[in-house]
């Protein structure tokens, strides 16, 4: 490499940074160091190292950075390189040193402007804004917020800073109309973008001049996660209604937790937009088809208004997470509340006063019990704030400082990280210091405590007896904690929305007293509480109460103030919608595809719904009335998407053309599925054997033939009749088997054994806890395994097994010849299947001879039937007969492991001995319930006086399958009074801790969750 090439590859190291490629970036930069340490390129070696160390500083190498920073520093001073030993110390929680050695770095590029790039003052000017705000050094974190902007060579960089700045204007005080100027200037950032256009979006809305189907709403955040934000925006994440809304989360953060998880579970939609450039994750909302895209972050940490500068979505709203206008004409409306009394003059959205509380609180964790207050026990009175330190300014300190001194022996308990740090500490006792409070003193040593960050702070709030909020920013997270600790929190209410928070949270809850509009009325106000003891207990003991009934915490409240103004403003935008004519029955036909394809169901039936309507010559009945079945599938009404399927074969009998052999399958393939998953099991056999006739192909048979034989076997009981539909796939399967000739493969005896397993079910699957032992424990000295894995829809289960086993191999997307050709090859010595006859199995390629030894028996409940099939897994119990298979039984103590969850409360015994009468539950699949068993579990209860009875299924999530079931309950004659019905949930299984005594089904039983787990909860 030669001093050319050695640039160009520095060109492309740059080129690589600047498209997100870090990693890469960083590899390519050692081979550039290795050159350029051989050639002695001195400027290129500095600027290797300067690469490599900011790679491994931003992904937490600290100890490889030390070693990079002992070699830097050998270099050529440069900007970059003080800069990264700022930003490493900065790392390493040396804030002190790395506030000097920032402050040494521009410096340094100041008086090397000629060879220090403007994008290094950009970072520089940006780490010190951080540290000096950290300190409370507002007026030099402002200001560097401001250079960090003007050097910042990107917009998103520049957007970032001046977000920065934005919101370290808050710490001082502002007027309504500066804040407001300010903000404004952010909006020019983005006034060249060109915004998504939404015209063509809502052609339904326009023909029926009003919102058609569901609202879609999209919550886009980078704390998603667990954080003080999270509190104020749970409820809408958790108790929005979902008759009328679908709620999409975009997540603009790497980090996930489990309240993250949590979320993925409550709402319609998630996606982590992080990595993602701004435009990007814009077209991924833009697709998404968002109706009202709501912000919750403002200009915090991390903040998402660069996406919303595209307008994704029709209607932007923020407010939440965020304490002033966005300045961005990108957002339309800003939530607030009557006693925020949002100055609509210094707002470029449009305000939504909503009555009571512009959020609702929710604790999120389990919080110990409030008490007396500490005052009765100590005898002097605590002060105290977990307020960010930052927020104490000096007026504050001031106040707080006049208050103790008025107050005899009273003492003052702040909390925060900045006391983690000794620099912090000391910069803090000066400013103390200034107002008379010397902390090194004997007296002022007793009575003031700065404690340090801790995860688990809330029980500290125990020790406190009254909150002092700051101002002009005033507490938010913090001020609901301390009230519902039992703290009373005395506020100052300012001039500005933001500066009002406090007001609206101590209105809400009750205590407008609390509330004060001066320095002297908040001394007034905190001297007087401080001298009677009696009114600080009774709140410390009756705060949590008062909060929990207030509007602060009344969910059901809050949402219907907050949903009702969704659908107002969501009535405004489609009541300006230009009109539209009525489109042709193809056109409307063609709309609802789409709307069906992006998952818009409700959108999709309004147009099907319209072209069945339009289509006055029938040319599109059956076609639509079949999309119609499979749109209300998806909305989840089940019943109806039955009857629609119904009706389509109805009518297609009416046909004189009646399609391809292909639509007949899908249409009778749709009533079957649809049959079987109601119970109407006669109806599913005779669909499934009428759709195997419109089908070619020998695997496409084998596939129906077993689903049709599922349908049996749900109510069945006869051997017989099982064993005569086994003969006829065992006889179809014979038509490949000659086309493939067996062919038994050679091996080395002295190889290890190759053993295979097939599945579709290689992922969260029921199967999961039969056949993970199987792969975790198995011997590696004795076996090679391998997966053969037909699963369609991969998730962490399934990359978590890979990682158990020697080989997988994925042929999802293969067809069955060209499986059978890829399994020839591997030299298998023992194939075993894990699903039988169930969906989308394997076990066509045993047909083939792909191994020498072939073997079934788990994920499927009786006999295969084939003469492929050489042995079955069993034990004694399942298989005392064996008259009933064609297989060689391979007995087995049990004939599989399950393997328990490690994730589920331990259970505290019988729940009957609580409650005092006893819960039966069934968690099977609904279609498994026969007329017999449901006859035989009202005997039960009629035996067991008082008990009641738990049904809790997936299908139960629809409405419609609801209503059936009640009725067929009622039709029986079952005392419904004593019945729950429950749709199955992810969190299945602790629901399980609340059940007495299992009950299974007749003749399809449980197999693991309505059987194992509820063994695994020591129900009996």
């Not at 521009?106 to 950290?134: C, Q, V």
């Not at 977000?163 to 300010?182: D, I, R």
């Not at 009677?532 to 009756?542: Q, R, T, W």
């Not at 009518?651 to 079957?672: S, V």
Request: hydrophobic fraction near 35%.
């Amino acid at each position: 490499m030669n001093i050319k090439q050695g640039q160009a590859l520095k060109d492309s190291i740059n080129a690589l940074i600047n498209a997100g490629n870090y990693e890469e970036a960083c590899n390519q930069a050692q081979k550039l160091m290795r050159e350029a340490e051989k050639k002695r390129w001195q400027e290129l070696i500095t600027f290797a190292l300067s690469i490599q160390m900011a790679y491994v500083i931003e992904n937490d190498n600290m100890s490889k950075a030390e070693k990079l920073a002992k070699k830097l520093a050998k270099q050529p001073t440069t900007g970059y390189g003080l800069f990264l030993q700022a930003r490493l110390l900065l790392k390493q929680e040396k804030r002190r040193e790395a506030l000097e050695m920032g402050q040494k770095a521009l410096a340094f590029a100041n008086a090397h402007k000629d060879t220090s790039p403007r994008e290094i003052f950009d970072k520089i000017y940006n780490l010190l804004g951080i540290l000096y705000s950290n300190y409370g050094f507002h007026q030099q974190a402002l200001d560097c917020d401001w250079q960090a902007m003007e050097t910042a060579v990107t917009l998103d960089l520049k957007a970032t800073n001046y977000s920065n700045y934005l919101f370290n204007l808050h710490f001082v005080h502002n007027s309504p109309e500066k804040y407001y100027a300010a903000h404004i200037g952010y909006n020019e950032l983005f006034k060249d973008l060109t915004w998504f256009n939404h015209e063509n979006k809502y052609q339904m809305e326009a023909i029926k001049r009003k919102p058609v189907g569901k609202i879609r709403i999209g919550y886009i955040s980078p704390d998603l996660r667990y954080h003080v934000v999270l509190r104020f925006c749970w409820v809408m994440l958790a108790h929005y209604d979902k008759e009328r809304f679908e709620v999409y989360c975009y997540h603009k953060n790497p980090n996930e937790d489990k309240y993250s998880e949590e979320i993925k579970d409550m709402t319609d939609n998630w996606r982590n937009i992080s990595g993602m450039s701004a435009d990007q994750a814009a077209k991924v909302i833009y697709d998404d088809k968002i109706d009202i895209l709501v912000d919750l972050a403002g200009h915090t940490k991390d903040n998402p208004l660069p996406i919303l500068a595209y307008k994704p979505a029709p209607i932007q709203v923020s407010g939440i997470g965020y304490f002033a206008t966005t300045g961005l004409k990108a957002v339309d409306y800003f939530i607030s509340d009557k006693y925020l009394a949002s100055e609509p003059e210094c707002f470029v959205e449009d305000i939504i006063a909503l009555e009571h509380s512009h959020f609702c609180y929710a604790p999120l964790y389990e919080a110990s019990e409030t008490g007396k207050a500490p005052c009765l026990e100590n005898g002097y009175i605590t002060f105290g704030s977990f307020n960010a330190i930052r927020k104490i300014n000096d007026e504050v300190l001031e106040l707080w400082a006049e208050i103790l001194k008025a107050v005899p022996d009273s003492h003052l308990l702040l909390k925060g990280t900045v006391f983690d740090d000794e620099y912090g500490y000391e910069l803090f006792c000066q400013r103390l210091a200034k107002y008379g409070v010397d902390i090194t003193s004997s007296e002022w040593q007793e009575r003031i405590e700065l404690r340090g960050f801790s995860q688990d702070y809330l029980r500290e709030y125990l020790d406190m007896d009254i909150a002092l909020d700051t101002f002009p920013y005033p507490g938010g997270g913090t001020t609901c904690d301390a009230l519902y600790m039992g703290v009373p929190v005395i506020t100052l209410s300012g001039n500005s929305h933001g500066e009002r928070f406090g007001k609206s949270l101590l209105f809400n809850i009750g205590l407008s007293e609390f509330v004060v509009d001066s320095k002297q009325a908040y001394f007034d106000l905190a001297v007087a509480l401080a001298g009677d003891k009696d009114i600080i207990n009774n709140l410390h003991i009756g705060l949590r109460n008062m909060m929990e009934k207030s509007p602060l915490m009344d969910w059901a409240l809050y949402m219907k103030e907050l949903e009702a103004t969704y659908k107002e403003i969501w009535s405004k935008y489609v009541d300006r919608l230009p009109a539209m004519e009525y489109p042709s029955a193809r056109e409307a036909l063609n709309h609802s595809f789409d709307s069906y394809k992006g998952k818009d169901y409700e959108k999709a039936e309004a147009w099907c719904r319209l072209a069945i309507g339009q289509d006055t010559e029938k040319k599109y009945l059956v076609e639509a009335t079949s999309l119609l079945s499979d749109i209300l599938q998806g909305k989840l009404d089940y019943v109806a998407a039955w009857q629609e399927s119904k009706h389509a074969l109805d009518m297609l009998e009416q046909e004189a053309d009646k399609g391809t052999n292909e639509f007949q399958r899908r249409l009778w393939m749709h009533y079957a599925s649809r049959s079987y998953d109601l119970g109407y099991m006669d109806e599913a056999v005779a669909g499934y054997d009428k759709a195997e006739q419109y089908v070619d192909n020998v695997y496409g048979k084998f596939g129906i033939k077993g689903s049709a034989l599922m349908g049996i076997l749900s109510r069945s009981d006869d051997c017989e009749v099982v064993r005569q539909r086994l003969t006829k796939i065992d006889e179809l399967m014979e038509k490949v088997s000659a086309k493939c000739p067996d062919k038994v493969l050679k091996k080395d005896e002295t190889e290890k054994i190759h053993l295979a397993y097939i599945s579709p079910d290689f992922r969260q699957h029921v199967m999961f806890s039969f056949y993970y032992t199987m792969l975790h424990g198995y011997n590696h000295e004795k076996f090679r395994v391998t997966c053969i894995s037909i699963t369609e829809k991969c998730d962490g289960y399934t990359e978590h097994l890979k990682g158990l086993v020697d080989n997988w191999i994925d042929v999802s997307e293969m067809d069955w010849p060209e499986i059978i050709e890829r399994l020839r090859k591997e030299k298998i010595d023992i194939l075993v299947d894990l699903a039988g006859h169930s969906a989308n199995s394997g076990i066509p390629v045993f047909c083939n001879r792909v191994a020498k030894i072939q073997i079934s028996g788990l994920g499927w409940m009786e006999s295969t039937g084939l003469s492929c099939v050489d042995y079955l897994i069993t034990d004694k119990y399942i298989d005392p007969d064996l008259s009933n298979i064609t297989e060689k039984p391979l007995y087995l103590t049990s004939q599989f492991c399950y393997t328990g969850r490690n994730d589920v409360r331990v259970p505290q015994g019988a729940p009957c001995m609580e409650k005092g009468y006893v819960t039966f539950g069934v968690f099977n699949n609904y279609h498994k319930i026969t007329d017999e068993i449901l006859l035989a579990w009202k005997e039960i209860m009629a035996r067991v006086p008082n008990s009641r009875l738990l049904l809790k299924s997936q299908l139960l999530v629809s409405k419609s399958v609801c209503d059936v079931v009640w009725d067929r309950l009622h039709r029986l004659e079952l005392d419904i009074e004593r019945i729950t019905l429950e749709p199955a949930t992810n969190t299945y299984m602790n629901r399980y801790l609340d059940v007495d005594i299992a009950l299974d089904t007749y003749p399809y039983p449980g197999g693991e969750p309505p059987v194992m787990h509820y063994i695994w909860g020591y129900q009996w």
